[in-house]
C-alpha cells in the first residue's frame, strides 16, 4: 500500500510502498478514504525538535470503510464506513494515559512512561495511507455514511469532532451566547458550525482576519464577526457591545505566542460562565483566584473526542443542522506529500484539505 512515511527525525516525508496492516486481536483493518491536513503538519514533519515516535505513517484521523475486523470486535461490522479517531488510551480508570496514534503525541501530564512507550510501539501507524490498522474503540460506525455524496468532506469530521466535544465541555444550552476565540482557524470556524447547530442564539466569531470573518457571517444570521486588536480590555468590551455577556467562551486559537484574547474572553465571561481551552496559547495563564470563586466560574480543558460526541456531529450533518457544503474543499492524492502540506499549509479560514489515498 502506498503511506505518506517517515524513517527518521531528519529524513523528509515521502509516499512510500509500506506492507500492508495485519488485522490483531481488538483491532480492524479499514480502507481510508479521506482524511484532514492540517495546516500545522508542516512543521511537525519538518523539525527535529517534535519527537515523533518514527519511523512512522503519518496521520490522525479521517474517515474510512472497515475491510476486516478481529473475531473479538462487535462495535463494527466489515463494509461499516467508520470515523477515525487517533486517540489510543491505555484503559487504566486510576491513572489513564493516552498517546495520539500517528503523531505520538503524550495526553495527560505529557510524561513518559512504560506504558506510553508500549502504546506508542503497537500503535505508531496513522491514517495517511491507504490502509490503516485501529484499535476497535478508536473507530465509530457512522450509520447511514454510504449515502454521502460527496466523502471527500467527511474528512472534516475530525476537527467537527474536536470541536465539538469543547463545545459539549462546555455545556452550552440553546439560546446561549456562545464566544469563539480564534474563529477564523479551521478548529474555530468548526466550533461556530457546532455551536449553531446545538441552539446558540448568538455566536461571536473573534479572530484577526477580517476576509475570514466576513464568511463567517455569511454562514447565519446568528453570527457576529468581532475583529481582535490584542488590548484585553478593548476586546472584552467588543465582545460584550454585540451580544452581551456570553455563557460559554471557547479558545480554539492555534500556535499563539500572546494570553491577551484569552484574557478578554474571561474578561467578558458571565457569571456562573464556562471557558473552555483547546487551543494553542504558548503560556501560561495568571487566572485571578478570587474573581473565579466569586463569579463562579468554571474554566475546563478539552483534547481530542469521544465516540458518542463525533456520532452526534455525524448525525447533525444528517439532519442539515450542520452543512460541509459551506466548507471550502481542496483535494488532494497520496503522491506527493510535501505539495500537498504545501497547500494546507496556505489554506486559512473555513477551508481544508483533504487527503483521497
Not at 179 to 186: D, R, S
Not at 236 to 255: C, K, L, N, Q, R
Request: aromatic content about 4%; overall charge negative; hydrophobic content about 45%.
Amino acid at each position: 500500500m502506498k503511506a505518506w512515511y517517515k524513517e527518521s527525525l531528519k529524513a523528509p516525508l515521502v509516499c512510500a510502498e509500506r506492507p500492508d496492516p495485519t488485522c490483531l486481536p481488538g483491532s480492524v483493518i479499514v480502507d481510508v478514504r479521506a482524511v484532514h491536513v492540517p495546516a500545522y503538519l508542516m512543521a511537525m514533519v519538518d523539525s527535529t525538535d517534535i519527537p515523533l515516535p518514527v519511523p512512522l505513517v503519518l496521520g490522525a484521523g479521517g474517515v474510512g470503510v472497515v475491510r476486516e475486523k478481529a473475531d473479538d470486535v462487535f462495535n463494527v461490522d466489515v463494509g461499516d464506513v467508520v470515523a477515525l479517531d487517533c486517540l489510543v488510551e491505555s484503559g487504566d480508570t486510576d491513572y489513564p494515559e493516552d498517546v495520539l496514534m500517528g503523531l505520538g503525541e503524550i495526553g495527560g501530564r505529557g510524561l513518559e512512561s512504560d506504558v506510553v512507550d508500549a502504546m506508542r510501539t503497537q500503535w505508531r501507524d496513522g491514517t495517511m495511507a491507504q490502509k490503516a490498522r485501529l484499535p476497535k474503540e478508536a473507530v465509530t460506525r457512522l450509520p447511514g455514511a454510504e449515502h454521502f455524496d460527496d466523502p471527500g468532506r467527511l474528512a472534516f469530521l475530525t476537527w467537527l469532532g474536536i470541536a465539538g466535544e469543547g463545545v459539549e465541555q462546555s455545556g452550552q444550552q440553546p439560546g446561549d451566547v456562545v464566544a469563539i476565540l480564534g474563529a477564523t482557524g479551521q478548529m474555530g470556524g468548526a466550533a461556530v458550525l457546532v455551536a449553531l447547530a446545538k441552539g446558540a442564539s448568538r455566536v461571536v466569531a473573534l479572530g484577526r482576519n477580517q476576509a475570514a470573518l466576513e464568511k463567517l457571517a455569511t454562514l447565519d444570521a446568528r453570527v457576529v464577526p468581532v475583529r481582535l486588536t490584542g488590548d484585553i480590555d478593548q476586546d472584552a468590551a467588543a465582545i460584550t457591545a454585540v451580544a452581551g455577556s456570553p455563557h460559554v467562551v471557547i479558545d480554539t486559537m492555534g500556535d499563539a505566542n500572546s494570553a491577551n484574547p484569552l484574557l478578554a474572553g474571561f474578561a467578558a465571561l458571565r457569571d456562573s460562565g464556562t471557558l473552555v481551552l483547546m487551543g494553542g496559547v504558548r503560556q501560561d495563564i495568571p487566572f485571578p483566584y478570587g474573581e473565579v470563586l466569586r463569579r463562579r466560574l468554571t474554566i475546563r480543558g478539552s483534547r481530542m473526542y469521544r465516540s458518542e460526541t463525533v456520532l452526534s456531529i455525524w448525525r447533525m450533518i444528517e439532519a442539515g443542522l450542520i452543512d460541509l457544503g459551506k466548507v471550502g474543499m481542496v483535494e488532494v492524492g497520496i503522491d506527493d506529500p510535501k505539495a500537498a502540506i504545501e497547500t494546507a499549509t496556505k489554506t486559512t479560514g473555513l477551508n481544508f484539505v483533504s487527503l483521497r489515498p
